[in-house]
């Protein structure tokens, strides 16, 4: 019996190309996050996550590589922690069609930013070209706490836009914290996202 080569290398090869394409699945649907704007080996505080292992010698390969997509450019946690969510205060996922303020407290790091990402962790285009807001560039309310407006229409201050981003979620990030981030991640007081009906403004 004569072997066709030819078509015994097609079959060879379609095999070939179908298991890369299942082991590329699997491997992207280990590496994704865990829910909305969830961390590996989380730590939940209200609405928000934080992971333990970003940043940390206690990373296993696949959380190593996971904060290679997710982590962006994660620092120790001495250095930086980072907080994520993708829920608002009744739990629902943030999606742009809907309005939102974040409300807090001036944190206690040395510097600190808020940044909306969509939901594959590019920045939100938008035609004000404004990412994030910091501690830097925030007007702050007359008692201190700021207010930051999430919302696709034009508000007044403190505006960061989410375009037509559909799902999205946020990262906070706070340089140099005080400890009791670092130590306390799950009780430290952090800023709420709130959902809001009619005019965001």
């Known amino acids: 019996m004569m072997i066709d080569w030819g078509q ?18 699997d491997a992207w649907r280990k590496l994704r996050p865990k829910g909305q704007g969830a961390a590996m080996d989380e730590i939940r505080n209200g609405q928000w996550t934080t992971s333990l292992v970003t940043g940390s010698k206690a990373a296993d390969n696949l959380s190593r590589a ?40 001036p944190l206690r790091a040395r510097w600190w930013s808020i940044t909306p990402y969509d939901m594959e962790m590019f920045l939100i285009d938008n035609e004000e070209k404004r990412s994030s807001f910091h501690m830097d560039n925030i007007e702050y ?19 960061l ?40 403004a």
């Open 8 to 25: 015994w290398g097609l079959w060879l090869l379609a095999v070939l190309v179908l298991g890369l394409a299942l082991g590329g699945a």
């Open 66 to 105: 996971r904060i290679a997509i997710y982590g962006l450019l994660a620092l120790d946690r001495k250095e930086t922690v980072y907080y994520m969510t993708g829920t608002d205060d009744r739990g629902e996922p943030l999606t742009s069609d809907r309005d939102y303020v974040i409300e807090g407290q």
């Open 141 to 159: 309310e007359p008692d201190g706490r700021f207010r930051i407006l999430l919302s696709g229409r034009r508000q007044a201050r403190n505006w």
């Open 161 to 200: 836009p989410t375009g037509k981003a559909g799902p999205f979620c946020l990262t906070l990030r706070l340089y140099n914290p005080d400890m009791d981030y670092v130590n306390r991640p799950g009780q430290v007081v952090l800023p709420v996202v709130r959902r809001i009906e009619g005019d965001a």
